[in-house]
Every structure is written in C-alpha cells, then in structure tokens.
C-alpha cells in the first residue's frame, strides 16, 4: 500500500515540487505544501500562516540569478536606508551595493569577484553582503583566477537571495512583518514581469541544471591517456 506521504508528493505539482526542494522548506509546512497547485498557491499558504522567511526563500528559488539578484538588491538597499542615521548606509555598505548595482548592469565575471570582495567588506551576514555572495555563486569559478575553475554548487545561489531579503526584512525587527510582506509582493511582481509562475521557475531550473552539468563535468575523472600516447 502506499503510504500517506508518498500519495501526497505524488499529488504534489512537479513544479511545487522542485520549488519545496529547492528552497528547503521544513517537514512543517508539509500541510501547506499539500494544499499548493502552483507557487503563487504556495507562497500565498505559506505567507498567510506566519511563515514569511519561507514564503521568501520560494519566491527565490523561482527567480533566474539576474532578477534574484535585482530583488534582494532592492530590498537590501530599501533596509539600509530605512534603518540608517539620515538614511546613509556606511561606506562599507553603499560600497556594496553599489557593486552589486554594477553586476546586474553588466554580469561579467570581472563585476562577479569585485562584488564578491565588496560584499566580504560589507559584511556577509547583512543583506548586500548575503546579495554579493549570491552573484558569486551564479557562475564563473569560486576558486582564484590564476588557478583550475571550480563550480560553485548548484542552487546555492537561489537560497543566498532568499535569505538576503530576509535579512533585509530583519534590519528593523520592530517592522518586521511589514518589510517582509513589502518584499514579498515586489518579488511577487518580478515574477509576473518574467511572464509568471512557469515561465519563472522554467528559467531558474533552466540556470539550475546548467550548474548542475558544470558541476558533473568539473568533478568527472579525466580521461586515462590512449595506448598510442604511451612512450615506447
């Protein structure tokens, strides 16, 4: 007989399926996710019972690394301002977002380190920070330029974004609710302008597989050497 869990994931949409695995939400939500037939369903479960930090993380999981990126951009910005004296974040912080800014206008990998480097000065426990780490790993190598690539790993990047906007949301705890609610509905608003729910997860799991393979190809044993290379 098939269990109850079982049936359940069964019945679960393919696409819900792929956005609770990827935004590693916990064995609680289980009911919630039970009830989800997209992700607007389940972020709009999620968000209504006291669960914005994962509703967060969905939204993520479901954006491509530009527009993620763009959305806890935003949000880390809007924090740092809200929360700074006179509205002007530190150096370190204006700095940080200022790269990330420059990133999203032109995503090479030179925009990808400086960001990085940026993001380590401003801090990767605050939101810019946790943003720059998340361009770092959409791409490129995460090992020094002068030495053999190596992938970051696949998916990481998504979780980065969703807990950056959460950290944003958590720059004024006394507000909390509100700023998670305000940046979930701009990164509601991403996803429609991507044209919705299956053409945004249809891109981030497109992206996600590339690193996937990147990965797979990275991490494969090199070729032993034909027997017509061997000395004689």
């Known amino acids: 007989m ?9 019945a679960t949409p393919s696409s819900v399926a792929w956005l609770v695995e990827r935004s590693a939400l916990p064995d609680d939500v289980t ?22 930090v994962e509703a967060l993380r969905v939204i993520a999981a479901a954006l491509p690394p530009r527009e993620g990126v763009w959305w806890a951009w935003v949000s880390a910005r809007h924090a740092s301002q809200l929360t700074a004296p006179d509205r002007q974040p530190p150096p370190a912080v204006s700095a940080a977002l200022a790269a990330v800014e420059r990133w999203i206008s032109n995503p090479d990998d030179d925009a ?6 940026a993001g ?11 943003t720059a780490a998340a361009i770092f790993l959409t791409s490129g190598s995460v090992a020094p330029p002068e030495v053999p690539p190596v992938p970051p790993p696949a998916g990481v990047d998504r979780m980065l974004v969703g807990n950056a906007v959460a950290l944003a949301a958590a ?3 006394v507000h909390f609710e509100a700023l998670a609610g305000a940046y979930l509905a701009q ?5 429609k302008q991507l044209g919705g729910w299956d053409k945004a997860v ?7 597989q590339t690193q996937r393979d990147r990965q797979a190809r990275a991490s494969a044993p090199s070729s032993a050497p034909s027997a017509a290379s061997h000395p004689r």
């Open 2 to 10: 098939t269990n109850p869990a079982q049936a359940s994931a069964a």
């Open 31 to 52: 009911p919630l996710v039970a009830t989800a037939t997209d992700g607007a369903s389940l972020v709009q479960a999620l968000a209504g019972n006291g669960k914005p």
């Open 112 to 117: 990808r380190r400086v960001a990085w480097t």
């Open 120 to 130: 380590e000065r401003a801090g990767l426990e605050t939101a810019v920070g946790c």
């Open 171 to 173: 720059s004024d705890p």
């Open 187 to 191: 990164g509601l608003e991403v996803v």
């Open 202 to 208: 249809a891109l981030s799991q497109e992206h996600f």
